[in-house]
């Protein structure tokens, strides 16, 4: 005699959890160093705060900002929470715009220009919290451009913006200063915020900031500072602030601009003649032809002829460049050849 067995019920099958897995906790459970998930609001009974948890189970870290930039209000205040609704600030990705936000038909940043991306960048992307997410337009779309203009093939890199100085010296800054605490404070008016990475152990080679300044040249001087002693080196453009018993001695910023100030390798120093204008300084680094050996030849761009100057090397600049001062009082474009 052969005894059979019957098959569970159906209802007993789908209800089963211990069979089926939920669907998050198998995709989650992967392995993957980096993962992140959109969760769509607006339903009154999605449980939002269920799903970040979710992500916090399996990792290990885990609209406000496009406001601030069109009013040019970088309220220190305001900024500091990511406002991540049931999520910690280390668990959220953040952006200025992105794919959505750029190509959906609301246009929510289409509208927006380079700049502005810009000096998005500069507050998120100097955080320590979040995972900042840098959309990369297509090329000539965008601003007061075609929302797509057609210009950009499969394949492309898109436009050049993430090449920007600050784009790039907001991100070397970002690695440097990777498990540094943070404070935001307004620096002179709400239009310029600084974004403080340091560690308190009393070298400036750990510290830095990173000041976005929407609107008007400000004194940096007599702020409080959570940075180290020491002078501090703003890689985009070569100034410099000092700090001194946790307040900024000496620099300034320029109006509409992102300043990194962060001794990661060596920028040129600011040109010392007080009538800039009236010189064109040239700088080369000295790793690639030392300053015993290199000779300089230039002319006018838009016209004239080649000016030589074998007989005058590259003199030393600062460490790792050497310089050459070319008299240029009508700031005309140089185009240059360097010898050896």
């Not at 200025?96 to 810009?118: F, K, L, P």
């Not at 300034?252 to 390798?265: A, D, L, Q, T």
Request: charged share 20%; hydrophobic share 35%.
């Amino acid at each position: 005699m052969v005894s059979a067995t019957m098959p569970p019920s159906t209802s007993n099958c789908l209800t089963s959890s211990a069979r089926i897995p939920p669907y998050f906790d198998t995709i989650l459970d992967n392995g993957a160093q980096y993962q992140y998930g959109e969760v769509l609001q607006g339903d009154a009974g999605l449980n939002v705060a269920a799903y970040p948890a979710l992500f916090e189970k399996y990792s290990s870290n885990g609209g406000a900002l496009r406001s601030a930039l069109n009013s040019k209000n970088l309220n220190a205040g305001n900024l500091s929470n990511l406002q991540g609704q049931g999520v910690q600030d280390d668990q959220l990705v953040t952006w200025v715009e992105s794919h959505d936000t750029y190509a959906n038909g609301d246009r929510q940043s289409t509208g927006m220009t380079d700049w502005q991306i810009r000096m998005g960048w500069g507050v998120i992307g100097a955080r320590a919290s979040g995972a900042a997410l840098f959309f990369n337009r297509p090329v000539g779309s965008g601003g007061a451009n075609a929302q797509f203009a057609e210009q950009s093939q499969l394949g492309d890199a898109g436009d050049n913006e993430w090449k920007s100085p600050e784009v790039k010296w907001v991100n070397k800054f970002r690695n440097a200063m990777e498990g540094n605490a943070e404070y935001l404070r307004n620096c002179q008016a709400e239009n310029c915020l600084m974004i403080e990475r340091y560690k308190s152990d009393g070298s400036n080679a750990n510290d830095g900031v990173v000041v976005v300044n929407m609107d008007g040249d400000k004194n940096l001087a007599g702020l409080d500072t959570a940075l180290d002693d020491g002078t501090y080196t703003n890689q985009v453009n070569g100034d410099t602030i000092t700090v001194a018993n946790k307040k900024i001695t000496a620099g300034s910023v320029k109006s509409g601009k992102v300043s990194v100030f962060v001794n990661i390798g060596t920028a040129p120093a600011p040109d010392p003649d007080p009538t800039p204008d009236s010189t064109t300084t040239v700088y080369y680094p000295s790793t690639k032809f030392g300053a015993d050996s290199t000779y300089l030849h230039w002319r006018f761009a838009d016209g004239g002829t080649w000016t030589m100057v074998p007989d005058v090397k590259m003199t030393a600049a600062c460490s790792g460049y050497v310089s050459y001062a070319i008299e240029n009082p009508d700031g005309r474009p140089i185009g240059f050849v360097f010898t050896n």
